[in-house]
């Protein structure tokens, strides 16, 4: 029998050891031999098997012409969860090259995570072309760039051109103003059998991000442009809650159910039992691939009389602990994958060949000749409907789109109180429900700044 | 065995050296009370790394501005001031209390009515009970978004069962008026299965005799249990109101999957407001915070009432 002693001292060896092969940072083999592995975010998850095999497909060929670069993913579903956002980042799990919303850029930029790319980006040869406000979300007060955009979205109208069709409306000319789309809606509703004409979010925060989408749509605005004082108390934000009143209630064509948020409209729209709904055109690809729609069911047309649109998107940031070569090879990799049309994500002929939708709108990200490239790639290899989403697409060049504004979860968070208010009594006062938000508003502003 | 060893163990057992058993007796139970030790400890690593760092570290979290990436701040009580500003604040509370309140009138009594109903059946008690605990085996967010669809306005099944009575529908949800109602209703119907058990087992340890004695003297059914039923399960009862109470004030889930807090901040709760501050505001002091404010009132009632049901539980 072992004594003690022997095995205390050969748990204390196995301990080091163990210890030793443990440690040693993040295992790349950054500086040895010229070879560099970098860690990246957002691989798709096994439950996308055909984004997965894309994305296989597309790291081997770019270890084939970078031998020197190892890109290890990691996968998400949903790429990045705002709730844990920090903690992963504070909690040293983030990827080197990791996945952020537009949303969350700057508060990232701001504790100082994410590394500066200005002097690296020379050799990224899209970024002239990228488009001015896409751009400018990555840069810092500093006026440094700290990340790369992945697609941008800007809100529009979804309908549903089935029902339409059922309610003897022309599919083809979606509602142009709010009074055209409340009689649409009226007419949709009048179908019968639960069919709602026009839904809107109110809970869940969702219901503030809508005021904020149609209040965009009217010319008015949520903050000023301080940021220190609410804005939405004007005669848009009135107009607004008005209209929504008035379909509510003195129409009747948006349905008994409220309290909505997004799966529940979505589901209405699969359902075919929903004619229109504000969204980014994403929603499409949803209401197809988790709701099992069809996609000429559906028609994307622009905001009615928008003066300007809500816009979100998504892109990449480089870990601040990267080194200079993990920060190149990370630039690599997104210049490959994110941003040259014709691969990577970009790859819509091979989209097409594996049977995912091509051809749903995009607002523009980039300008000049890489725009050109993009557009024809993409219309090349169409195989969805692009007729249908004709009026959205034609209309997004002119729309300007508009970020969230900030404390936005907060302030979303009193104006869904405003929205549920509206859609859920009767006798509610627009006037005097924007007038107490914005006093609340106001307060929250006060004490953020 | 050697004369030596026989020696030895003579020795062992002889009384002029009374301090061999004794040390024995001491070894044998340091050795017994290490592994007790060993178990313990394994309970107070787990208690210590998922219960009491967790409080200690949301007690510091309270007094601090963090977004957990930079360095954290101590700033005082300005996060209790900023979440006592907050408009909802007061709404959340009043939610709160109002929600426990009525979750007490229909989640405590109900259980224990039907405990004594079950109690009393003579015939299919087992597969009663099965029925009445089946709620609790569902994952509470799958039992709630039944409930969604059992509240719809149109399609829904409250409404149609009141269409068939000839009743006008109602707007469960959607209304200021019914909404916190309709999520006691929820948590009712998820939780009373696991206090109908309790209250059962209760029940089955008050002695036949005493209810006998009770018919004899002529006492009725309510009276039997107000006088035999209530005094002997006493310190159950006690034990959970106590329990009801703490876990009720900490709603979420309702409001959470059911309402969004909607409509117009009805169904805001304070632990609600406590996830959106930490997780949709990015102000992990503010949900701490309001936690730590919600752990006090709960701290100062569960003394309270322990203090104030020290004689009648015993």
Redesign the interface.
Known sequence: MMRPRRLMVLLTAGLALTSTACGGGDGSKDASGGKVSITVGCMPAKSQPTQRREWNEDVAAFQKLHPDITVVGKDAFPCADPKTFMAKLAGGQMEDVFYTYFTDVQNVIKSGQAADLTKYLGSVKQLPDLQPSVKSVFTGPDGKIYGLPRQNYSMGLLYNRKLFKQAGLNPDTPPATWAELRADAKKIAALGKGTVGYADYSAGNQGGWHFTTELYGQGGDVVSPDGKKAAFNSPQGLAVLENLKQMRWTDDSMGSKQLLQLADVQQLMAAGRLGMYLSAPDNVTALVDQFQGSYKDYGLAPIPEAKATLIGGDGYMVNVKASPAKIKAGLLWLEYYVLTPGQGQLNYQREARYGRAVGLPQPDFYTGSTATTDHSLRAASANVPVANYKPYEDASARIPGKLEPANAQQVYAVLDSVMSAVLTDRNADPGRLLATAQQKVDGILARSN | MTTTALRKAASRRSPSRPAGPRRTAARYGVRRGLSAYGFLCGALICFALFSWYPIVREALLGFQRT????RSEWVGLDNFH?VG????FGKAWLNTLEFTGLALLCGYVLPFVTALVLNELRHARAYLRFVVYLPVMLPPAVAVLLFKWFY????GLFNQLLHLAHLPGL?W????STALLSLVIVSTWMNMGSGTLIYLAALQSVEGELYEAAELDGAGLLRRVWHVTIPQTRLILLVMLLLQVIATMQVFIEPYLL???????ATVSVVYLMY?YA????SYGGGSALGLMLMLVLMVFSAAYLRLTRDDGR
Request: aromatic share 10%.
């Open positions: 977004n957990f990436v930079g900023r500003a907050d408009p909802a719809d306005p149109g399609p707007n949800l959607d209304s200021t309402t969004g807090g909607g409509p117009q901040d959106q997780f949709n505001f990015n």
